[in-house]
């Protein structure tokens, strides 16, 4: 078994971590203005940038979610998206949800997608693990398992307990330690 709480340890900087304290209030602030700007629900936009995240840069994301917004709203050509077809799929029908639940529903039950839309809501006590996050955790392979992916999020919620930090903070320092730098 791995030892994920040593090999995510390395990556654990307090100074990285308080850094980055507010990583996930700026991704929401940034959802709240794509909302307002095109009248819609924040639940709406956080749900599109959670699902055309996989494989996405951030700032890629953020361009791709306006515009397939823009698109979607206005009844023009879909934009090119630099994630997989049924995540553009996905996004698609989170715009067109009618209410929170519905919104959820078309996120799916994909842990790492649903967690992020979580943390961008500003519920830090889910845990977005990706790539970066699995390969600090030790894994040599681009999605951990749902067993791997629920052991590392409590771990990283273990830390988080013992440096009396919320869990998506501490996710969001270690991202930063392994990445090399935020987005």
Partial sequence: MTDYYSNLMQYVDIKTIVAQKDWYINAHKIADDIATLYGIPVFKVVGVIAALSPRNKWYRNIIDTNNLINAVINNLPLPSI??????????IDIINCHNQAECLHHIGKGLKTLSFYHNIMLDFDYVTIDIWIARAAGLCKYAPS?????????????????LNIQPAIVQAGIWVAVRGQAE
């Fill in 82 to 91: 630099a994630t997989y077809g049924r995540q553009v799929k996905k996004a």
């Fill in 146 to 162: 749902k067993v791997e992916y629920v052991e590392i999020a409590n771990t990283i919620k273990l830390i988080a307990r013992e």
